[in-house]
């Protein structure tokens, strides 16, 4: 972990002499005290990291009233919608939550806030134990949207005192409200290597948090920077060389779905100030979540965007067949995908990803019995609640898989890949998780 935080700080462009590891043992409490008080003079004399500065311009022109009534009002239902939600548990019985954990009830989150239980919903353990997934969603005859009705009442509950459990030791939030702090970042370097990009251009394509990913999850054997280099080398071999920026920050994505949304709002207002800068027209997207969040909540937060917003599969199921490029045959055999929540039931793009699979001569999708809006969620989100549910949710989704005949997983989600290879470790499942961008990469002539 020591090396590991090195990187971190690396990456986040802070003086990695912070960090300073010495064995002392509980006997030697005079060394421990000069060691100590030596360590704070050093930081003192260190240059100093001043808080950030949030007034950028118009984009940060939300009113406090606006901000108000984001923050504390939660979607508000009909009476029509309320009476028919009594009547009714399609979403209980097809939340995936409530099938490993009987105690969950997404009618129940429904329930409690129409009967004046908002305060007892507020301290509950149920306002995080939703995945966000929205395959409640799907099945409501009533059109709530179960998912973001609950996300509305984390932050209320953070402030409350009531928080969700970080996975990972919290490292990945950390590192998100690390980047709302003035920085220089240097999470480029895989690009000087992986292909070629620029400052300023037309197209902006957002990293993500896949530098730091790569990171937090190395020892799970797999590479999530190998998304976007092959992403990168994609786009190069269309003949775009994309802006590539050392100042993107997360997205805010976690940030908002753990209630975080200060967090959310500082870290969106920085990366917007940097897409402006770059002179972008259209800004591309690998991650689902962070295309969903540009797409979805930044409007709402911050008004209409000054950019166009797309995802890969979509751009790519475009471009690539009207660029010509050609791609060896697959030897992988039968391959399967699974559709990550927020590019699916969230966006609703199911096509294109498949469209990209079957560009790859020889490739034989077969599908899982839960498809498109009826996909599986890969278990968990915003690196919290990690625990033997997510486990549960996941093995269920490897199974399914594997049911199929494919070796091969194929996903368009960072963290579908990760939290399903995650699953894997103890479990005698001989199933293969791949990137799709890396998959279509190394089938490049």
């Known amino acids: 972990m020591i090396e590991e935080t090195r990187e971190y700080l690396r990456l986040l462009g802070i003086d990695e002499r912070r960090l300073r590891?010495?064995?002392?043992?509980?006997s030697e409490g005079a060394e421990f005290a000069g060691e100590i008080k030596d360590f704070t003079r050093f930081l003192q004399d260190l240059e100093s990291q001043s808080l950030p500065d949030l007034n950028k311009g118009d984009l940060s022109r939300a009113t406090e009233t606006d901000h108000q009534i984001l923050e504390e009002t939660p979607p508000q239902l009909t009476r029509e919608q309320i009476a028919a939600c009594l009547e009714c548990s399609h979403c209980t019985g097809t939340c995936p939550v409530s099938r490993e954990n009987p105690r969950f009830s997404p009618k129940q989150i429904i329930n409690r806030?129409?009967?004046?239980?908002?305060?007892d919903f507020l301290q509950s353990r149920e306002v995080w134990a939703c995945l966000g997934c929205a395959q409640c969603n799907t099945r409501c005859p009533a059109?709530?949207?179960i998912a973001e009705f609950n996300r509305s009442f984390r932050n209320r509950a953070r402030k409350a005192g009531n928080l969700p459990l970080?996975?990972?030791?919290?490292?990945?939030?950390?590192v998100a409200?690390?980047?709302?702090?003035?920085?220089?970042q240097k999470r480029t370097a895989w690009a000087e290597k992986a292909g070629r990009f620029k400052t300023t251009g037309d197209y902006f394509y957002f990293v993500g948090c896949l530098p730091y990913f790569d990171i937090t999850f190395r020892y799970l054997n797999i590479t999530p920077l190998d998304s976007a280099r092959s992403a990168l080398t994609l786009l190069n071999r269309i003949g775009i060389e994309p802006v590539i920026s050392n100042d993107e920050r997360c997205c805010g994505h976690d940030a908002l779905w753990c209630g975080d949304e200060e967090t959310f709002r500082e870290l969106a207002l920085r990366?917007?100030?940097v897409i402006q800068a770059s002179g972008v027209k259209t800004v591309l997207f690998s991650c689902p979540e962070g295309y969903s969040t540009f797409k979805y909540y930044y409007p709402e937060y911050f008004g209409k965007l000054p950019f166009e917003v797309i995802h890969l599969t979509e751009?790519?199921?475009?471009?690539?067949?009207?660029?010509?490029?050609?791609?060896?045959?697959?030897?992988?055999?039968?391959?399967?995908?699974?559709?990550?929540?927020?590019?699916?039931?969230?966006?609703?793009?199911?096509?294109p990803p498949r469209q990209l699979i079957k560009l790859v001569p020889g490739v034989e999708l077969v599908e899982m019995e839960r498809t498109r809006e009826n996909a599986l969620c890969c278990g968990t989100s915003a690196w919290t609640e990690?625990?033997?549910?997510?486990?549960?949710?996941?093995?269920?989704?490897?199974?399914?898989?594997?049911?199929?005949?494919?070796?091969?997983?194929i996903t368009a989600c960072p963290k579908c890949q990760i939290h399903l290879n995650c699953a894997k470790v103890g479990e005698d499942i001989s199933m293969e998780v791949k990137d799709l961008y890396a998959f279509l990469a190394e089938h490049l002539e």
């Open 113 to 119: 806030t129409a009967m004046g239980l908002e305060e």
């Open 315 to 351: 751009f790519f199921a475009r471009e690539i067949p009207k660029a010509g490029l050609k791609l060896r045959p697959s030897l992988d055999g039968a391959l399967t995908y699974q559709d990550p929540c927020r590019l699916g039931r969230r966006a609703g793009i199911y096509e």
């Open 271 to 273: 990366n917007l100030e």
């Open 177 to 184: 409200r690390l980047q709302t702090h003035p920085l220089s």
């Open 21 to 26: 590891v010495k064995w002392i043992s509980a």
């Open 386 to 409: 990690c625990s033997s549910c997510s486990k549960a949710i996941q093995v269920e989704r490897l199974l399914e898989a594997r049911q199929t005949g494919a070796k091969v997983l």
């Open 166 to 174: 970080e996975s990972h030791h919290g490292i990945q939030q950390a």
């Open 143 to 145: 059109l709530i949207d």
